[in-house]
């Protein structure tokens, strides 16, 4: 209250010496309705209340309706016009085109003559305020307004009111607000006005004596040239403005030099070549030299207007020349390089690549100035100066910018990432792919703070995908988007999902990229789709390190899966999702966390907004996956839940109407309501030789979860009763000491990192892992862990991670418990042609086929003895591991990568 009576203080200014309202005098009576308060406080005598209540009439009168509109709050309009307060009536013109709006949309005829009869003469009114901002205030509601009107009152009702301030020769601001009007009304008024009334008075509006109303016309010719007609302009509107540009004032001459372009835009090529032209090249001659500066900031958006025959290098060099320091002022020069830098692209169109050598100077000029706007403005615009150019050109002149703007601050930084798929198109297929390992150093050298950069990074991901063959987004893509899925920053990690889900798509087998290959014949065709195996392979393990979420260490791991799940069956074919994550979806819906149960019911129910829900429609997605026997136990278990799973779920209630759907209090609970077993946890087939997943019975649809989906923990049912987890790990043991008999190496090189690390800034660097081909124990170097600054907001915590307010650390680590159970497989089998660049590791071909060839190993630093069992391609830092059978085995965190 304190605030408000100091704001009135200002408000009332110095108009008298009476004391400031007290407390009372500014209360409000809580007990009036809203339609009571605005007609008793809009004409209050405390100028804040009215103002207050003004601000609200047009929302009161919605609410209302028309009736009780035109009967109470239209009487008020009058009244307000008046006050003494500027502010208020500036407000009332806002409010007022609101009502006019509601008046004719809800009150049929008896509204729209409230709008003739009722707004359009207090906007008359209001347009001869002597305040400035009132009557541009209501210039912007007289616009509005005459959308309304229909075009046959649009005469006599609204072109009435402007020719009317037109002809107010003791009052130039007047006339000045006439000139304004006309212009934005010309195009609404039609041909006919304009010819009859408006072109007439725009050319008598040209002569004024007084400059300011001549400065201002010139001003707002642009619109009334659109209208005009081409005999109109020849005859009348072009010979005015030619008289504009030669006036004596060199403050008129300056206004016609800032509507040059509008007004080019909207007449024929003979008058831009003939008159407009001639206005340019005489006006950048002028001995003013604000009038000089204004054509040359004009000069780029001017040419980008003009047909290619009539710009000879005179009107070139003008433009130019902005590089050039033409006027010695280094503020206005500086100005100057930011409007070339601005219209580059539109002038390169309009001359065509073919002129690019008188071009390229200025070009490469820009991009060395210190100016962190003009470089920005490039970045921005380096994929359209690359479309321009072609092919050859861009890879001959732009790759040395690209690279030295990728490599800038994070500003400029960020303008060439928001357009990279675009610039990388453009580029042929070699040059593309030989970027794409570039795209981690964006990321390992950008700050961690500069959350934007990374989002507008994860964004770009639907694009980046398509444009290498199969195998390079697999090796280089893949694992950027890993680290964008796990990022510390939530809406990176929402950005990211539409990436994923286009990634999968675009791995899958028998697709066809969208890229042409050359043919030796000179001509192009598409490439081969991706292979079965192959494509399998890929999907295999995308999908594998997507899955390990689901075994998170902590709950949040969890429920970024379950959000992600959301953008994949929006996206990815039904036998897609089915055999790789449906699984996910039946262990998540017995989540003892609540967070990551909604999430589920949220996925579950998530057809809104871009899909009609199910039972509107057969293609939906939603439809199938509902349909399935073990997706309808989920939502049976999620049908009486928390008050937030329960919002969630309801949605399905027409789908599902013989489940009771109820809003249960889960408070101190430690398990799920619905039950802390998994659905399908009974159906794991510990004979299976491919890899830990469950198998589904005989009687189930054979669309259900494929052997090449998720791998479920060793202790799958670890929120069980006692007896349950007993039975089940031995289960579990007993099929993983089948998978561990045999272990398959493959020999990957590569050349530069991808994985993060503890040592390098997030960075996994070669000597940290090295594997040899000989029968030698596992050599795995661990080096002491540096300060990561990405995770300088994070913390680690000690308790029970599977609690809700666990911090997510986002960092890759695994902690290796010292009991005894299988490891989880992670191993992604990849086709031999391709080209693998998922991890800094060096690992020779040997397939052991029995598992006592490496029984023993030795870490490097710590001396400690593993097993085969231990090492797993691809692991997960999510995934927990050991086959340690130590009892007295302390825990230890060995720090990894995920890919």
């Known amino acids: 209250m304190a605030q408000l009576l100091q704001y009135y203080k200002s408000f009332q200014g110095a108009k008298n010496n009476t004391a400031a309202p007290t407390f009372e005098d500014l209360s409000i009576d809580d007990n009036l309705s809203e339609l009571e308060r605005v007609v008793r406080y809009c004409k209050s005598s405390i100028a804040l209340q009215r103002l207050v209540h003004v601000k609200m009439l047009a929302d009161v009168a919605k609410s209302v309706g028309f009736e009780c509109t035109n009967e109470h709050i239209l009487p008020l309009l009058e009244h307000i016009s008046v006050d003494f307060e500027s502010a208020i009536r500036s407000h009332l013109c806002d409010q007022i085109a609101f009502i006019a709006q509601f008046c004719a949309t809800e009150g049929g005829e008896a509204g729209y003559q409230v709008v003739l009869d009722v707004v359009l003469p207090i906007l008359a009114q209001l347009l001869e305020d002597d305040k400035v901002d009132v009557r541009q205030a209501a210039s912007a509601a007289l616009v509005t307004v005459a959308q309304i009107v229909q075009p046959l009152d649009l005469g006599q009702h609204v072109l009435t009111i402007i020719l009317q301030l037109a002809h107010e020769d003791d009052n130039e601001e007047m006339r000045m607000t006439a000139s304004e009007l006309l212009n934005l009304l010309a195009e609404h008024l039609g041909f006919d006005l304009c010819k009859q009334f408006v072109i007439p008075e725009v050319v008598s509006l040209a002569e004024d004596p007084v400059f300011r109303v001549r400065k201002s016309t010139a001003l707002n010719f642009q619109n009334v040239c659109k209208v005009g ?200 297929m070699p040059c593309r792919v030989s970027y794409l390992p570039l795209l981690d150093d964006i990321l390992q050298t950008t700050s961690p703070f500069n959350w934007r950069l990374r989002k507008t990074f994860a964004s770009q991901l639907p694009e980046l995908v398509t444009l290498p063959p199969p195998q390079n987004v697999f090796s280089t893509l893949f694992p950027l988007a890993m680290s964008l899925l796990q990022d510390p920053v939530a809406q990176v990690r929402l950005e990211s999902f539409k990436g994923i889900a286009k990634m999968m798509l675009v791995l899958q087998p028998g697709y066809v990229p969208s890229y042409l290959v050359e043919k030796e014949d000179g001509t192009s065709c598409p490439p081969p789709p991706v292979t079965e195996e192959e494509g ?107 008050k937030d799973v329960y919002i969630a779920m309801r949605k399905l209630q027409p789908y599902f109407p013989d489940i009771e759907f109820k809003n249960l209090s889960c408070r101190g609970m430690k398990h799920a309501p619905g039950g802390a077993i998994p659905v399908g946890s009974d159906k794991i087939d510990s004979s299976h030789d491919d890899c830990n997943v469950p198998v589904v019975a005989a009687d189930s649809p054979p669309s259900s979860v494929g052997k090449e989906g998720i791998s479920p923990p060793s202790s799958l049912s670890s929120y069980c009763e006692e007896d349950e987890e007993d039975e089940n790990e031995e289960a579990m043991d007993t099929f993983a000491s089948d998978e561990s008999k045999e272990m398959l190496v493959r020999q990957v090189k590569v050349t530069r990192r991808c994985t993060p690390s503890p040592t390098k800034g997030g960075v996994l660097a070669p000597e940290d892992i090295v594997v040899s081909d000989e029968e030698s124990p596992i050599a795995v170097s661990s080096p002491s862990a540096e300060p990561n600054p990405t995770s300088l907001h994070l913390h680690d915590n000690d308790d029970d991670d599977d609690s809700p307010s666990a911090a997510y650390d986002g960092k890759l680590y695994t902690e290796v418990e010292s009991v005894s159970k299988a490891p989880a497989q992670a191993e992604i089998r990849m086709p031999p042609t391709a080209p693998v660049d998922v991890a800094d590791v060096n690992l020779d071909v040997t397939e052991y086929e029995d598992a006592n060839v490496c029984e023993s190993s030795t870490l490097a630093e710590g001396g400690e003895t593993v097993t085969p069992d231990d090492f797993c391609e691809f692991t997960s830092p999510l995934e927990s591991g050991s086959t340690s059978t130590e009892e007295d085995a302390t825990k230890e965190e060995i720090e990894g990568d995920a890919y």
Not at 285 to 304: A, R, T, Y
Not at 382 to 399: C, N, P, T, Y
Not at 569 to 577: A, G, I, M, N, S
Not at 620 to 625: A, D, E, I, V
């Open 536 to 642: 399998t392979q890929y999907l295999v393990g995308v999908s594998r390190a997507i899955n390990a979420l689901v075994h998170g260490e902590t709950y949040q791991h969890r429920q970024l899966w379950a959000e992600l799940s959301l953008q994949l069956v929006k996206d990815l074919p039904r036998e897609v999702f089915e055999k790789y994550f449906v699984y996910g979806v039946l262990q998540l819906t017995s989540d003892p966390v609540l967070n990551v149960r909604v999430s589920i019911a949220e996925m579950l129910s998530g057809w809104s907004p871009t899909h009609l829900a199910p039972w509107e429609n057969k293609d939906s997605p939603w439809k199938w996956l509902l349909d399935r026997p073990d997706i309808r136990q989920c939502v049976q278990r999620l049908s009486s839940d928390d």
């Open 229 to 428: 007609g081409e005999y109109e302009l020849f005859e009348r509107l072009m010979p005015a403005f030619v008289r504009l540009s030669k006036d004596d004032m060199y403050r008129v001459r300056r206004a016609c030099a800032e509507s040059l372009c509008e007004i080019s835009k909207h007449v024929s090529d003979d008058i831009r070549a003939g008159v407009l032209v001639e206005i340019f090249l005489r006006l950048a001659q002028d001995p003013s030299k604000l009038v000089k500066q204004s054509v040359l900031q004009q000069s780029g958006m001017f040419i980008s207007t003009l047909p290619p025959r009539v710009i000879n290098s005179v009107i070139l060099d003008h433009y130019c020349n902005m590089v050039n320091t033409p006027t010695g002022d280094m503020a206005v020069d500086a100005e100057l390089r930011h409007y070339c830098a601005y219209s580059f692209p539109g002038v390169l169109q309009t001359v065509g690549s073919e002129r690019w050598p008188q071009l390229r100077q200025v070009y490469h000029t820009l991009v060395q100035s210190s100016d962190t706007n003009v470089k920005q403005t490039l970045a921005l615009s380096l994929h359209e100066v690359a479309k321009i150019l072609g092919m050859k050109l861009a890879e001959e002149e732009l790759l040395a910018v690209f690279e030295e703007m990728i490599q800038d601050i994070e500003v400029v930084r960020m303008g060439v990432i928001k357009y990279l798929a675009d610039f990388l198109r453009l580029l042929s």
